[in-house]
């Protein structure tokens, strides 16, 4: 997909706000690089499962669903994983989020992972992600299991990361960011 003049909304948590590099993340560097329309929908802390006015559910309904989107783009919380949410609730709001977006805008769906961190209850949202692709559609920007996202230098990992979830500036620049213009080109 050419991004150019596209209109992506990014829905997601601190990742996808950049909170660990001024509020800069990779959706604001391929506004800048690819000359996309931009509409970010990130705010620090929340869930995917539609527990509080902050999730990433109530906050998706929240969107003028006027704007016609040409992508949506959404972040697999970690959050749902730190809290313990159920993986139940977790997957009703991804069914949710899936149905939403193809009956509002009927444009693409991608669901992104995080890079690989010592986290069981993370793996599993991974899991559950990879199975409900299929019936609904969706594709999966799976940094988790990217062997080359794993294979970054441990140097190059502390310059990248600010902890095991949020990337720095440098880390969205030169190791995030290519890997979503590359995937989005290829949609």
């Known amino acids: ?85 159920p993986l139940a609730d977790t997957e009703a709001a991804i069914r949710f989020i899936a149905d939403y977006v193809k009956t509002t805008w009927g444009c693409p769906l991608v669901f992104y992972t995080g890079t690989y961190f010592d986290s069981e209850p993370y793996a599993k949202m991974v899991t559950l992600l990879r199975s409900l692709a299929g ?17 970054v230098s441990e140097e190059d990992y502390k310059r990248f990361m600010e902890d095991p979830v949020h990337p720095r500036l440098v880390g969205y620049r030169e190791w995030w960011t290519p890997k979503f213009i590359e995937f989005c080109q290829a949609l």
């Open 135 to 151: 019936e609904y559609g969706f594709r999966i920007l799976d940094l988790w299991d990217d062997p080359a996202m794993r294979a």
């Open 1 to 85: 997909m050419d991004l150019k003049n596209k209109t992506v909304l990014f829905l997601g948590s601190s990742v996808t706000f950049g909170s660990a590099a001024g509020g800069v993340s990779f959706a604001d560097l391929m506004e800048e690089q690819c000359g996309l329309k931009m509409v970010k929908e990130a705010l620090s802390g929340t869930t995917l499962a539609d527990v509080d006015d902050g999730s990433y559910v109530a906050r998706l309904k929240k969107v003028d669903r006027r704007i016609k989107m040409d992508l949506v783009i959404v972040q697999l919380s970690t959050n749902d994983a730190g809290r313990g949410i």
